[in-house]
């Protein structure tokens, strides 16, 4: 499954938004802070990026808040075990899914259309 990196800075509002979105789409993510992370500025700047947020998804760069292209990349979704709360990440668009938790091997079905 692809990792998820989006690329925001403090006095970004469509950062939080951007986010905020991430979080509702059970999407598993890490965030690279450019106004205090020199080497997220400068990755960006090796690509010729100025703006954010912009989402690495796998290999590709997406440079502003794009929702549908975004859904459209990530493959993935974290769902949360109802006995024990683990979270694991799951593909997406495999219909219903059997999916056995990790920690304490509870079987449940997750839906994994979007
Ligand atoms: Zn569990």
Redesign the pocket.
């Known amino acids: 499954m692809k990792n998820v990196i989006i690329f925001t800075s403090q006095t970004c509002p469509s950062c939080k938004i951007a986010k905020n979105f991430l979080f509702q789409n059970k999407i598993q993510f890490e965030q690279k802070d450019i106004s205090v992370d020199a080497k997220a500025r400068a990755e960006l700047n090796r690509r010729s990026i100025s703006g954010v947020p912009t989402f690495l998804i796998g290999t590709e760069y997406v440079t502003g808040f794009n929702p549908s292209k975004i859904l459209k990349l990530i493959d993935h979704r974290v769902v949360e ?1 109802k ?2 709360s ?1 979270k694991m990440r799951v593909p997406t668009n495999k219909g219903i899914l059997k999916i056995k ?1 990790t ?2 091997v ?1 079987e449940f079905n997750v839906d994994t259309q979007i």
């Open positions: 075990c006995k024990c683990t938790c920690h304490c509870h």
